[in-house]
């Protein structure tokens, strides 16, 4: 018999996969911001995303429906444990989107439709880092129902994770600009590229450390030796791609530093749905105990089926139609 909580739980994790690759060199343009003055290189920096940005987003959409559709007491749980960050998280990505809509009409009002972009875009990163360390951390439940504090979502861990994922869009955004821009621009981000990767690898290692230090139940899963076969590759291929990185920004290859940072991305995120499987809402609800019914289940993933096709090709058509690098004068988001 086809088990319809396994099926929705794949695709909502390649649902958030998707939305976190897409949207997190979008963010990370804006995270950039900062190190690049000059506004006309500033200008391309958001033309390389502006066509296609909004797009990323529905894969966040996505991933909250499929969560109401297919697991109702991990939306109603998760949402009410973690309100205040996400509130946070959509008020900053309210200025940013306001601010690519605004910042190439401005004139004298410019550079503060830049600051938007440079806060809307950290914050809604860090604000994800935030929730994902909350997550990790364990929601407490009582019958299904959240039974924490407003607050329990904010600690060191949590605060690190958020910078850490700041890093990891930057890394991407960095990626992203090597790859759809070239001369000052690009030599620049070749450049910036192995700090954003030695910064990612000390986050790394300081998220490796703490988890297993603060969450026993993820230890012995780690450590237990069935696991441990799937968990002992990852550190080695962590380091070995980020060498390739840096192999590939001395070298001045311009896909590579791209393909490699989403081979990153993928392992960190590998090893977070490893560590947590079968749980959805961590420590101790699975998929089973928090699935909608099997109806309810069924019912929508037929719209899914039908729906994500669709998204999948207008997300690819966007990419296609826009793949060529942007320079300096082009005509842009005007």
């Not at 998760?78 to 910042?103: C, H, K, Q």
Request: with cysteine.
């Amino acid at each position: 018999m086809i088990d319809l909580s396994i099926i929705w739980a794949v695709i909502i994790a390649l649902g958030v996969l998707i939305y976190v690759v897409l949207d997190g060199f979008d963010l990370g343009i804006g995270i950039l911001f900062p190190f690049i003055k000059d506004p006309h290189k500033r200008d391309v920096m958001m033309n390389t995303v502006a066509p296609v940005w909004d797009g990323n987003e529905t894969w966040m959409v996505l991933g909250g429906a499929g969560l109401f559709a297919a697991f109702p007491m991990v939306y109603a749980t998760v949402l009410s444990a973690l309100y205040l960050p996400i509130v946070m998280m959509l008020i900053a990505l309210i200025f940013r989107g306001v601010a690519f809509e605004f910042r190439f009409k401005a004139q004298r009002s410019k550079h503060l439709w830049d600051a938007a972009f440079i806060w809307g875009s950290t914050l809604a990163s860090f604000f994800q880092g935030i929730l994902l360390g909350a997550y990790i951390q364990g929601i407490h439940t009582q019958h299904g129902i959240f039974s924490g504090g407003s607050w329990d979502w904010l600690t060191p861990f949590s605060v690190f994770t958020g910078i850490g994922v700041v890093v990891m869009y930057a890394a991407l955004g960095c990626a992203w600009l090597i790859l759809k821009t070239e001369h000052d621009l690009q030599h620049s981000m070749y450049r910036l590229m192995p700090k954003f990767v030695l910064a990612l690898l000390v986050i790394f290692a300081g998220v490796s450390l703490y988890t297993p230090y603060s969450q026993p139940a993820i230890a012995a899963r780690w450590l237990n030796p069935a696991q441990l076969i799937y968990f002992s590759p990852v550190p080695v291929l962590v380091l070995l791609f980020s060498f390739l990185i840096w192999k590939a920004c001395r070298q001045k290859h311009e896909f590579r530093p791209f393909i490699y940072t989403l081979v990153l991305m993928f392992l960190a995120y590998t090893g977070f749905l490893i560590s947590l499987w079968p749980n959805i809402i961590p420590p101790s609800v699975t998929i089973w105990q928090a699935a909608a019914p099997a109806n309810s289940q069924l019912f929508a993933l037929i719209g899914a089926l039908l729906l994500i096709p669709i998204i999948l090709i207008y997300t690819i058509m966007a990419y296609w139609v826009f793949r060529d690098k942007v320079r300096v004068g082009d005509e842009g988001y005007h």
